[in-house]
């Protein structure tokens, strides 16, 4: 067992864990931060993505030990974020999610291509999508929900 | 899916990192994208990982006369988003902004991902075409690996097992240098099944092309202006032949028309 001590969502977190635990499953199991989906577990599906220190990553294939010092914001982390709140609004308008297993971390990846990339058209934000896989929808609604909110943020977000 | 229990180290530095490095069943760790899966898979099994993903001396980028020294720890996102000063730079973002997705980028690194070898991988084939030499460090010393020569084969490189990659010193490309780099993939952001690539610097009398994403170490070709005069399929098809892909035809022709497709690309810049 290694000491880890690490920052999620805000509050600051100390825990002995097995080196070989997830940062998902210590999420999950450890935290009860369950809005962190495990999908297929070799960071391919996108499903787990969280924010590291600001920047979104697989928690599947991120080891909790290696986290020492860093801060994690989970999707329960961005309860009270403007940008997340206008994704979420449009995810429900545009009808972006129907089992909602990929949700969190489609939310994640929407809301960096949002404040990274302000001025992504469709083609970009399919691009930029490509590591999050949802079964359900076709993609078309989640296109289109962050094509919503940058055009309401005057930045980006044509069709071409 | 889940990984069998490893033990697990963060060294200070270089030097602590070799120590632990030099036990029994030791790996190291970097951004682990690669390793993380082959972890959940079993796939390894290592007793013991030594995570050097944070040491300083590895996470540099500076420039050093006429050559650019990158550290080993660098991330893909952060080449991506234009860290890496001049044409250099501008040559290793483009590559970089193609690899795997976002969340990958953020963690993963260059000198993890060149160590690890995989030859669908982009690092390898594009530091093999761009040329400079990595700096490992060991239980001996430190030496140079010229980059050209660094990959072996498939998963196989120069570099001992309980040897780091600390840097790569890359030479600096003059501001009317030339490049292209095309890859095709069943999906944005997966693996590579055919890589082509091309570099032309007259200013300092480089000419070179880089076929990647076969069975083995990457194909270079220096030194054959007549690739860039024009963006030829049958010259591509013989340099295919001579990266040793004529047995199958589908592959082939699809690494000779990424070839093809880099060249034209370096045409239009």
Redesign the interface.
């Known amino acids: 067992m290694?000491r880890v001590a690490l920052t999620v969502n805000g509050r600051r977190v100390e825990a002995e864990v097995?080196?070989?635990t997830?940062l998902a499953?210590y999420l999950r199991e450890r935290e009860g931060l369950t809005g962190t989906n495990l999908g297929?577990?070799?960071?391919?599906c996108?499903a787990c993505?969280l924010e590291?220190d600001g920047?979104?990553?697989?928690s599947?294939?991120?080891?909790a030990?290696?986290c020492?010092g860093a801060s994690v914001r989970t999707i329960e982390g961005f309860a009270d974020d403007p940008v997340m709140e206008a994704l979420r609004q449009a995810f429900t308008a545009e009808h972006a999610l129907q089992c909602g297993y990929c949700t969190p971390g489609m939310l994640v990846?929407a809301r960096?291509i949002v404040t990274?990339l302000p001025d992504a058209d469709a083609a970009r934000i399919?691009?930029?999508l490509?590591?999050?896989l949802c079964r359900c929808t076709g993609y078309v609604g989640i296109v289109n929900a962050i094509q919503v909110v940058l055009k309401d943020r005057g930045t980006g977000g044509a069709s071409r | 899916?889940?990984?069998?229990?490893?033990?697990?180290e963060?060294p200070r530095d270089v030097s602590d990192a070799l120590k632990v490095l030099s036990s029994e069943g030791a790996k190291v760790?970097a951004g682990?994208?690669s390793l993380?899966?082959m972890?959940?898979?079993r796939v390894v099994q290592p007793r013991l990982?030594v995570?050097i993903?944070r040491l300083e001396e590895l996470r540099t980028i500076r420039e050093e006369g006429d050559t650019l020294a990158l550290g080993a720890c660098v991330t893909h996102?952060e080449i991506e988003d234009g860290r890496v000063p001049g044409a250099t730079g501008a040559f290793l973002q483009k590559v970089a902004s193609r690899i795997?997705?976002?969340?990958?980028r953020?963690?993963g690194t260059i000198g993890g991902s060149l160590a690890h070898a995989d030859p669908a991988a982009d690092w390898p084939s594009a530091l093999a075409l761009l040329g400079g030499i990595a700096i490992v460090a060991g239980p001996s010393g430190r030496r140079e690996i010229p980059l050209e020569r660094f990959v072996t084969g498939l998963f196989s490189t120069d570099l001992a097992s309980d040897e780091i990659v600390v840097l790569l010193k890359l030479q600096k490309l003059g501001a009317k240098a030339r490049f292209g780099w095309w890859k095709f993939c069943r999906?944005?952001?997966e693996f590579a099944q055919a890589i082509g690539g091309v570099l032309e610097d007259r200013e300092r009398g480089v000419a070179r092309a880089v076929i990647g994403a076969t069975a083995g170490a990457p194909f270079v070709e220096a030194g054959n202006r007549r690739l860039f005069e024009k963006p030829d399929l049958d010259q591509c098809l013989a340099a295919a032949d001579k990266a040793g892909l004529g047995a199958d035809l589908y592959s082939r022709r699809l690494h000779a028309v990424a070839l093809q497709r880099a060249i034209a690309e370096a045409q239009r810049r």
């Open positions: 290694k097995e080196p070989r997830s499953d297929c577990e070799h960071g391919v996108g993505t590291i920047a979104p990553a697989r599947c294939i991120t080891f030990v290696a020492e990846t960096d990274r399919r691009l930029e490509s590591g999050n | 899916m889940k990984a069998c229990a490893f033990e697990y963060r760790a682990m994208q993380g899966p972890l959940n898979l990982l995570d993903r996102a795997a997705y976002r969340a990958v953020n963690r999906k944005a952001g």
